[in-house]
C-alpha cells in the first residue's frame, strides 16, 4: 500500500470509531506500531485535527469530513456496479436517491476517474420487479423504518387468500422476488411472504416494539438452527 493510501485510511478508520489506538490500527493495515505513530503525527502536522495519543488512542475532532474527491478510479466503478445492479430492484424512491446520489459522486471525481466510472462494462437489464411490487416495497420498507403493524390479503402459491396482521421486520431479495420476513399475529410466528402475491395492502395506525422470540434476529437464528 502507497504511503499516500495508508494516511488516508488511517483517517477513515479513525473516523469510524470513538477511539482506536495504535496497536489496532498497526493490526488493520499490518504495519508496524511506530509507523502509525509517524503517520499519525504527519497527518497532525498537515492539520487533520486526530486528537489523543501515543498509547492511549486517537480519535477525529468533530465537524471533520473527507471530500469525496479522494475515490479511487476502483471504488468510483463498483459504486457505478452497485447502482446499476441495485436500481431496478429497488422500490422507485429508493432507485431514484442511489441515481442521483451516484451523479453528485462522479460530478466531483477528476475527469479520468469519472470518465473511467461512466465506461465501465457492467450493466443490469431492468427485468426487476413490476410497477405495482416497486410499489408495495417502498411501504414495506417504510413500515419496517416507523415499526407499523401492516395487514394484508395475501394470495399463497396454490391461490389460497388470506387475511393477516403482521410486523414488519425486513425485504429480502432472492434474485428473483422479494420477501417481506414478518411475525404473523394471526398465525403468532414467523412467516415469510412474497411481495408479488400481496394482493392487498393497508399501513395500521398501530405502532410495535421488538419483543423477545419476535425480532429478525430471532428468526434469522431459527433458520440458521433448522439449517
Not at 500500500?1 to 488511517?10: G, S
Not at 489496532?24 to 503517520?39: I, M, Q
Not at 422507485?92 to 465501465?120: M, Q
Amino acid at each position: 500500500m502507497r504511503r499516500a493510501d495508508r494516511l488516508f485510511q488511517i483517517v477513515q478508520l479513525i473516523r469510524g470509531r470513538r477511539l482506536s489506538t495504535a496497536a489496532w490500527l498497526a493490526g488493520r493495515l499490518e504495519v508496524s506500531v511506530r509507523s502509525v505513530y509517524r503517520d499519525v503525527a504527519d497527518l497532525q502536522a498537515q492539520g487533520v485535527p486526530i486528537e489523543g495519543e501515543a498509547g492511549v488512542g486517537y480519535r477525529l475532532g468533530k465537524g471533520y469530513e473527507l471530500p469525496p474527491l479522494m475515490f479511487s478510479t476502483d471504488e468510483a466503478r463498483s459504486l457505478v456496479a452497485a447502482v446499476r445492479l441495485a436500481a431496478p430492484r429497488l422500490d422507485g424512491e429508493l432507485a431514484a436517491s442511489a441515481e442521483t446520489a451516484l451523479s453528485k459522486i462522479l460530478a466531483v471525481l477528476p475527469a479520468t476517474a469519472r470518465a473511467a466510472a461512466e465506461s465501465l462494462s457492467l450493466h443490469a437489464p431492468d427485468v426487476g420487479p413490476d410497477e405495482a411490487t416497486r410499489a408495495r416495497l417502498a411501504l414495506l420498507r417504510q413500515a419496517t423504518e416507523a415499526r407499523r403493524k401492516l395487514h394484508l390479503h395475501y394470495r399463497a402459491l396454490d391461490e389460497a387468500v388470506s387475511e393477516r396482521t403482521v410486523r414488519p421486520l425486513g425485504c429480502f431479495f432472492w434474485g428473483q422476488v422479494w420477501t417481506l420476513a414478518a411475525w404473523c399475529e394471526s398465525r403468532n410466528d414467523f412467516r415469510s411472504f412474497r411481495v408479488d402475491r400481496i394482493d392487498e395492502l393497508s399501513v395500521l395506525d398501530e405502532a410495535f416494539r421488538d419483543e423477545p422470540g419476535k425480532a429478525l434476529a430471532d428468526m434469522r437464528r431459527r433458520h440458521e438452527a433448522q439449517g
